[in-house]
């Protein structure tokens, strides 16, 4: 049984339909990537997974639990993460109060938790007393995903992460994801460079207008001919 | 879609003869007098708020600064119908102009350095600032002793410049031009600004102008008001001693005093209600054109209509001035209803507030909506006096006949019109956003 | 030499002194409409009759307290019936907040629409007002009125210019230090604070943390409470209270915090101070001023006045206008929606 996933999920805006059937899974300690076209529901079946969309039809489940009816802040609570594409930091607030308010809803001491984060993103100890917004635009998204693991989440989703940021950036945000994926948290991202995202996926899902086109692992897809022609760029 | 359209015109006829209905009553049983008053000053409401609704229900422009511009509309017509005072003049009206000149001047100097400058950041400003600085202080050296002079010329009947003794018809005009003008002026600096700053950018802004009115008694008499402004209707004075006058309200079995105020009402009602026919034909006219089309689509969606080559703020600006000029020629209509000038009427609470209601009541983006706002909240806000003291008696009633208590809420019972008011504009904006006659929109039929 | 003594006195007394005391009430009631900017994010027009509504049950109260023959000399009675109207605008702000504001709040309406209803709730306030305490001006300050009279200060100090502090502007001063110091505590220190600005900040990731959007609109509307009762309380006690004239307070408010930035709490108190300063820099005769200074041949003839006091009022909206056009963020960087 794997630890998180969404099955056959139906959901859109209004009447129009943007996932038809979609599933996606991940198991713990391991990364899954969710890829395709413009306009395929990627971002469509993050929200759905944490509950921001309701679905029509379909379940989603940690650990066989069926949680399709709580609100995104009870996701929270269960151990799930989610990072949006853009707005996903406090600007006028320092890197160390996002992270305070990444751990809302924990009552416990957080230095331990701020001090593994610390570890993980060096370059936000030494800014931690600088507002979020001046930062620079892969700062920004490292105090992101900071702010997501604040929670010590078990379910870390990521909404293009590398979005705007220059490719030694973003190498280096794949390996901080690596990192924390190997700490034993399921990672589940949407990425626009399809190819280096595979690159560290254990799994991977193709989405094609709201439905799974392939689904394999990483570099099963990687190898795949058809994927890299249509979706790889050869 | 027939039917939906059916039945709005069919409740539009509906409440309005329930309006007239209204009046009847009010003309039975309290007086025809009264009637005709309410009547004259709902034709008045109903024209700012046809003005008001051109911004708000055609461009989602909120002018919070209606006040502003229904003053001015008066202060024209004082100074079109009002014989001007020759000693003033002589005393100081040559420095008063002189002193203008040296504004315009270095109004001139500052806006071509204002575009000179451009790009150069804080320079820009600075000189700009310098060179109006100065220009005020050059003119306050020719102003302040002309001032005085003119205010010491017979301060109990003038001390003011008066005005040029035109035919104060005219002045309904020239009150919408000024109004234009300033609202140019006003939309040129703040209409870039988003809504709510534009609300109170043009409260600040009608603020000041009656501040000057107020107290430039040079100008406008300050809070002495200006009164015995020349009528455009006989007087009743004149009626009462005409034979053909005194002939007819005999005929029709009518005491000539009361038919003399009548007659004069009735003359105003006929003279608002042309104004009011012809703007409402322009606004329809305007709305159904492919401008008024473009403003709505604006309106709408501002980003789209952008993006679509539409140069927003330019077509905000045209109008925010025609509104303006709208609600100037109601201001002089006023005054030339009131026979007075008196700048301490222009309460932006009791007025500009009160006209907001009129439009969100009426139906914002309807133009028939707005006039039956107008005349709606109008008769309520001056029978709600009546309502509020009914009040106070019922809910006074255990209290016995000498408190004191019972006293105090007797005499502040006219207050309760205010918290009628805000109950139904909020009562409105919850239950019936549309207000009372919704926007016809075409894509809904 | 005694000369500038003598100037500095004669500004002492004429500007800095009131306009610390203005300049205080201001930046309380800035304050609370940068907060209702900030978190509900709309212009709240009826914050004028919040205050008055404050003002209000602060003068009932006083009623009360001295029917009941409780003193406090010297100082004013006004700081025991405080609390109460603290508590009854709370109570008010929070009845609105369920009955009006928090519909539109779900509805996510336009900042425009929202303000349109709190015109609706000002009318209402403003009509509710003045029929439980009338139109006529209430003087309610009862403790010492002085606490240096300038003949005082003359014999002192042996000076040509005298300097007088009335009580109520230092406890206005006092008060104003105290709650701003709690306010700017609360926002930064402590986690249901800094919530409010992360909220603020980004309302949608909030929720994502957790943030519970209930609470924050709560505590909000408690903190404007708070500031609006002591704000128009204050300055009532120190100018006397009149409805009418809460109604016209509200735009050197808006001014106030539009010109600190709108949505910035430290922009909102500073601004306050910049709006009571220039009304007063602007509005001051300094004839007498530059004599001090000047040699007597060079002692100015007319008033040395920049816009006559009756135009005093008039400044705080032309700064307004200023700011908004080469600044419409506010001096000190607002929120740019």
Redesign the interface.
Known sequence: MTFFAGKDMYAGYGASMILNGCSISVDKGKIAVIVGPNGAGKSTAMKALFGMLPLKKGSVTIQGKDIVNLRPEQRVMLGMAYVPQTNNVFPSMTVLENLEMGAFVRFDDLSRTIAEIFELFPILKTKQEQAAGELSGGQRQQVAVARALMTQPKILMLDEPTAGVSPIVMDELFDRIIDIAKTGVAVIMVEQNAKQALQIADSGFVLVQGENKFTDTGAALLENSSVRQAFLGG | MNTTFKNSKRQLALIFLLMFGALLIVGFFQSWNLMLAILNLCLISAIMSLGVNLQWGYAGLFNAGIMGFAALGGLAAMLVAKAPVIGAWQAGGFSILLGIFIWLISGFIAFFLWKRLKGRGKRQFWYVLLIVGLGYIISRFVLDPAILRIEAFEPSSSGYLGGAGLPILLSWAIGGLLAASVAFVIGKITLGLRSDYLAIATLGISEIVIFIFKNEDWLTRGVKNVTGIPRPVPYEIDLQSAIWFQNSSELLGVGVIQASGLFVKLCYTSLFLVVLLFLLWLCERALNSPWGRMMRAIRDNEIAASAMGKNVTSRHLQIFVIGSAIVGIAGAMLVTLDGQFNPTIYHPLRFTFLIWVMVIVGGSGNNLGAILGGFVVWFFWIEAEIIGNGLVYILTFPLSESSSLKAHFISTAPQLRLLIMGLVLLLFLRFAPRGLIPEKTSNKL | MIDIVNAITLLANYIIVPSLAYGSQLALGALGITMVYAVLR??NFAHGEIMSFGTMISIFMIWLIQSLGISIQPLPTALLALPFSIIATIILLLGLDKV?FR?YQNQRV????F???S??????????I??????SKKNFDDGERFIIKASEFKQITGLAEGLSIRTTQAITVIVTLLLVTYIFWFLNKT?TG??M??FS??E?????????PNQVIVITWVLVGILASVAGTLYGLDKGYKPFVY??LV?PI??AA?VGGVGNPLGAVLGGYIIAFSEAFITFAYKRFLTYLVPEEWAPQ?LVQML?T??K??V???L??IV???K?TGLFRGRT?
Do not use: C
């Open positions: 709309f212009s009006v519909y336009q900042p425009v629409t303000m349109i209803v015109v609706g709730v000002m009318f209402f306030l403003a009509g509710l003045r029929f439980f305490i009338g139109t986690k800094k919530s600005r992360a900040d980004n949608d990731l909030a929720l994502l943390s957790g943030i519970k109604l016209q735009l808006f001014a539009i007319g006559s009756e135009y009022f008039a705080s909206f032309v307004l206008v908004l056009l080469i419409p929606l």
